[in-house]
């Protein structure tokens, strides 16, 4: 398993209309996409962050995602709404628990 965390910083005012097409468009890439496993969105508005953490089966799906049409066309749909560049950063899954 291999997780990517996609970490978005809106400009003011922006966030929820970000957190609602970051969360739509992982919804919609999840089902796309059989090697993303989970996908979480997470946001903190008084700290500007909104953050995708997506789980893999592996590195090289999670890999392919930098080239995906789909993934090039949602950054082209943000950019105008976020303060700063986006930032993504992959990751070994060490362990994951859940009830």
């Not at 097409?21 to 903190?44: E, N, R, Y």
């Not at 986006?86 to 899954?93: A, D, H, Q, Y």
């Amino acid at each position: 398993m291999y997780v990517a965390e996609f970490t978005l910083h809106p400009k003011p005012g922006h966030f929820e209309e970000l957190a609602e097409i970051h969360s739509k468009f992982a919804a919609d890439f999840l089902s796309d996409h059989p090697a993303l496993q989970t996908v979480m969105v997470l946001g903190d508005e008084a700290s500007g962050v909104v953050r995708g953490i997506a789980v893999y089966t592996d590195r090289e799906a999670a890999d392919e995602v930098n080239s995906d049409p789909e993934f090039a066309s949602y950054n082209d749909r943000i950019r105008p709404l976020l303060a700063s560049p986006s930032e993504r950063v992959e990751l070994k899954l060490l362990h994951h628990y859940s009830r």
